[in-house]
């Protein structure tokens, strides 16, 4: 997908749908993980795929505009902490897009498991880290809560991004021709 400096058409067009899906799947993805306002997401896995496609800056305004949209809908408004985490889930990903190289129809095992350390660090950095210490500056939660509600969403994040978000990885590489695949006749 094109990278410039700024945001191209399909980029701001891939933002629109990204944030879309992830309030769809927010709402009809999620399973209930037995913590108090804590699920276990299928959202993110759409958002690593977008975020790796299109980039940083796309993954991260998904990540703010459509967990932004999902709390306010479905809520009655965003709870700013696990959004601001979900903006760092999509940038720390889409960092690592043009490290794997899927454009070009290579992802194989060394890709697969750089896309993985990629978004284990992502994910592990946003829901151990920044959403609860958020939680506790912005909101005063208790930490012991905060903390607990981010290993749940921490680890139920990476487990679903480790099997969906591959598996949307692994089919998208395989529609894109192998850089180098086509001869030409003489």
């Known amino acids: 997908m094109s990278r410039s400096k700024g945001l191209s058409v399909q980029s701001i067009v891939a933002v629109g749908i990204g944030s879309a899906l992830f309030v769809i799947l927010g709402r009809f993805g999620s399973i209930p993980s037995g913590i108090p306002d804590t699920n ?7 958002l690593a795929l977008f975020a790796i496609l299109y980039g940083p800056i796309a993954g991260v305004l998904i990540g703010l ?10 809520y ?8 601001i985490a979900s903006a760092v889930v999509g940038l720390i990903i889409g960092l690592a897009s043009k490290r794997l190289g ?3 129809g290579e992802f194989g095992k060394p890709q697969l498991i750089k896309f993985n350390l990629y978004q284990i ?8 880290l920044v ?3 958020l939680d506790i500056v912005i909101y005063a939660e208790p930490a012991d809560k905060v903390y607990t509600q981010g290993l749940v969403a ?6 679903t991004v480790a ?6 990885l692994l089919a998208f590489a395989k529609t894109r021709t192998k850089q180098g695949s086509l001869t030409r006749e003489a």
């Open 131 to 133: 959403a609860p210490t």
């Open 154 to 159: 921490g680890a139920s994040n990476i487990v």
């Open 40 to 46: 276990i997401e299928t959202t993110y896995a759409l």
């Open 76 to 83: 009655g408004s965003p709870w700013f902490s696990w959004v």
């Open 163 to 168: 099997i969906i978000g591959s598996l949307l």
């Open 121 to 128: 660090v992502a994910n592990a950095i946003a829901w151990f």
């Open 65 to 74: 505009i459509g967990h932004t949209l999902k709390d306010a809908i479905f």
């Open 102 to 104: 899927i454009e070009d």
